[in-house]
């Protein structure tokens, strides 16, 4: 973006699965990577930096279906890190919305909103006069609290401030209104800056930051759609190669009716999302828990999607294919880790289509037993359980049938049979049945040990460049220069087995990073690491910084076989094995 030639250093998009970090399960803008730098931590790239951050917010699925909301999507972004604030930010963006060498925008159709000032922090008024000193009406200047125009770690503490967003009417061009407001979905945010200018404290005070900084958050595919005289994100090239996909293969028109409409989105939007997801370095496959089961929710519900337009066939690899092309000049990751997401998302399909007729029969005689309109938790947990649908999609069977859900008595179901397979889980060590959560600890853990073989294998230096679980393998990334010989996969396989065979037990101890560090090598940027940290060793054959979870002996985890060594990207290689 514009932002090159005032002084920003480029910097690439991370990861959409934020590394080392268990408490969210994928970024949700651009600012998240840089979290460390906004408190204070010195970045490579100086004080000013800008970035296209591939982002996924599941909390936004509900919206999907509107013209203007994803669950993934990419935010523009630029920042300063005690540099600039307000300001130069603000001439920034209007320069930047405004001027023909860059987007061009008409500023009749703009507005923008401010922060009202409420009992902690006063109106902003520096902002405000900023807007109008460069040309917007003051009623084009919304002046809205803290629900809009605030960022920060809501109820806790920490850096905050008022924000300044920036609004662009889609509507025609001689019915734009003479003030702004919000409420209208013909003004569509494209833009967000925040001014991290107050610290939270414990107390509820909020006092004056030090270090000011500057967030900014542009979404990529509204302001395309903006700048082709769209109101539709769907319409740019961003999507359309995809909708025309879901065209051809249902035999359906996009603007046939709104339920259609919104079906074709919802597809194109969850299949996109759970490619980039599964395409990224750090991609995860569909599975029962964390980034996995969001994948399996996207891909059920476009295909149930799929199954309201009338496509009875597996359609989702097709579709891949076309983000896949859209995405790969932008994204190589994507390309590169092409077979893993089609293998993947055609593996899922033909999983949940087995069960989703049947699924659907059940779910239409409970429709037609239930007196009080309301589906109990205990068939939610059926259809969940037997059938594999996902607690949304049967809210949204339902809504559209006028019914409603017991989502508590759905949970209820839900820890009842958590605490059921946790005991199923206790008698693996008496030779039960394992559950899915106890696999995927195995490989975990077995993924600790895989590490330290290389490193005794290959020579000491070797790191972790991506990993990624599901029930059935382990996936791990690692720099090495080229193919591993038949012998070294022979002898890696070999060392992890006899530490298995010798029931090594594994110790977590928690400290202070600063001390952990001393002690472990660590495979990621050390500023990316909580200040307390887990430190998992297993005997004296490995130490390593992770969440966990881990067994605690390894003797469980059976048979470790490496079934594939690739390249992953240059210089790197990629493993998978398996336990059993
Ligand atoms: P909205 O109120 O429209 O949901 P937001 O306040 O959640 O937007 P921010 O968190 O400020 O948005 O994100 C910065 C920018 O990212 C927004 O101005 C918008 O252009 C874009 N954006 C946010 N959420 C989405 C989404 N779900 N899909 C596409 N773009 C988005
Ligand atoms: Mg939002």
């Given amino acids: 973006m514009g932002g090159q030639s005032k002084g920003h250093t480029i910097i690439p998009s991370a990861s959409l699965i934020p590394e080392n970090d268990p408490t969210v399960l994928f970024t949700t803008a651009g600012m998240h990577p840089l979290v460390p730098y906004l408190l204070g931590e010195k970045h490579a790239g100086g004080k000013r930096v800008t970035s296209c951050q591939k982002c996924v917010r599941t909390d936004d699925i509900d919206e999907v279906g509107d013209a203007t909301h994803h669950t993934f999507f990419e935010m523009l972004g630029n920042w300063s890190f005690n540099d600039y ?95 702004f407001n919000d409420d209208n979905v013909l003004w569509v945010e494209i833009w967000n800056d925040v001014f991290m200018q107050y610290n939270k404290k414990a107390e509820g005070v909020y006092e004056p930051l030090k270090q000011k900084n500057v967030d900014t958050g542009m979404g990529l595919e509204r302001t395309l759609a903006v700048l082709n005289g769209f109101d539709d994100n769907y319409q740019t090239e961003l999507f359309w190669p995809i909708i025309l996909k879901v065209e051809e293969i249902s035999g359906r028109e996009y603007i046939e009716n ?199 294998v290959l020579g000491e230096g070797i790191y972790q460049r991506g990993s990624n679980i599901t029930t059935e393998r382990l996936r791990f990334d690692f720099n090495w220069p080229e193919k591993l010989t038949a012998e070294q996969i022979k002898a890696v396989e070999d060392l992890v087995n006899e530490k298995i065979k010798a029931d090594l037990q594994v110790v977590m101890t928690e400290m202070p990073k600063d001390s952990a560090l001393k002690e472990v090598k660590v495979s990621f940027d050390p500023s990316k690491y909580p200040d307390m940290v887990k430190v998992y060793k297993i005997g004296e054959f490995s130490v390593e910084l992770c969440g966990g979870p881990h067994v605690e002996y390894i003797g469980v985890l059976g048979k470790f076989t490496i079934i594939k060594e690739e390249a992953s990207s240059s210089g790197v290689r990629r493993i998978k094995a398996i336990l059993e």
């Fill in 85 to 179: 604030f307000k300001e130069e930010a603000i001439k920034m963006s209007w320069e930047f919305l405004t001027s023909k060498n860059c987007l061009g925008l008409d500023p009749k159709r703009l507005a923008v909103s401010v922060f009202m000032g409420d009992a902690d922090a006063p109106f902003d008024q520096e902002s405000f006069d900023l807007w109008k000193k460069l040309g917007v009406p003051e009623k084009r200047i919304a002046k809205l609290p803290k629900k809009n125009n605030w960022w920060g770690p809501a109820g806790q503490t920490g850096p905050c401030g008022p924000d300044t967003e920036m609004f662009y009417w889609v509507g025609d061009s001689d019915k734009v209104p003479e003030s």
């Fill in 258 to 456: 709104k339920d259609i409409t919104k079906s074709m989105r919802v597809i194109a939007d969850h299949i996109r999302s759970a490619v980039m997801i599964m395409g990224d370095d750090m991609g995860v496959g569909p599975s029962n828990t964390d980034q996995g089961y969001v994948v399996r929710r996207l891909i059920r519900r476009a295909i149930r999607h799929g199954r309201t337009l009338g496509i009875k066939e597996n359609f989702c690899p097709e579709i891949a294919e076309e983000v896949i092309q859209i995405f790969a000049d932008v994204y190589p990751e994507v390309e590169r880790n092409r077979q893993f997401v089609i293998t993947e998302i055609a593996k899922e399909e033909s999983k949940f289509r087995n069960t989703l007729e049947e699924g659907i029969k059940k779910f239409e005689e409970l429709k037609l037993k239930i007196e009080d309109f309301k589906i109990s938790g205990i068939n939610v947990f059926d259809l969940y359980q037997s059938f594999g649908f996902p607690l949304e999609m049967t809210i949204e069977l339902a809504k559209e049938k006028g019914l409603q859900v017991d989502v508590d008595g759905f949970e209820e179901e839900m820890k009842k049979h958590q605490e059921l397979s946790r005991a199923g889980a206790e008698q693996k060590f008496k030779g039960g049945l394992a559950d899915t959560s106890e696999i995927s600890t195995k490989y975990h853990t077995a993924t600790h040990l895989l590490l330290a073989a290389l490193n005794k």
